[in-house]
């Protein structure tokens, strides 16, 4: 499974878990100092951040699909609870095959 100390496959839960130190370190004062904050990740470390963020169960996150190069834009409140969440394109676009 390892070669050196580097793992050949990631679950989201080992995604979550290396994330969230970067969350509370550095993400969440930012936008607690009300810094907008741009992310640009791998399509699995983007579920995992909306997995933390919406707070989602484990079997609730199996559903969710972020399509790839469409910014997703979080309103989030004093306590960085969602307020609203939404795609940079229109719901149609996003239901179209690609």
């Known amino acids: 499974m390892l070669k050196g100390?580097?793992?050949r496959a990631e679950?989201?839960?080992?995604t979550l878990n290396r994330l969230l130190p970067l969350w509370q370190e550095k993400i969440a004062p930012?936008?607690?100092a009300g810094k907008k904050v741009?992310?640009?990740a791998h399509?699995?470390?983007i579920r995992a951040l909306v997995k933390h963020i919406d707070g989602l169960s484990d079997k609730d996150i199996?559903?969710?699909e972020v399509p790839t190069g469409i910014p997703l834009v979080y309103l989030?409140?004093?306590e960085l609870s969602p307020k609203a969440r939404f795609y940079l394109q229109d719901e149609d676009s996003l239901k179209r095959p690609a």
Request: proline share 5%; charged share 30%; hydrophobic share 35%.
């Open 5 to 7: 100390n580097i793992p």
């Open 38 to 40: 741009f992310i640009s």
């Open 30 to 32: 930012d936008l607690l």
């Open 76 to 78: 989030l409140d004093d």
């Open 11 to 14: 679950s989201l839960k080992d």
């Open 62 to 64: 199996e559903d969710v």
């Open 43 to 45: 399509g699995n470390t």
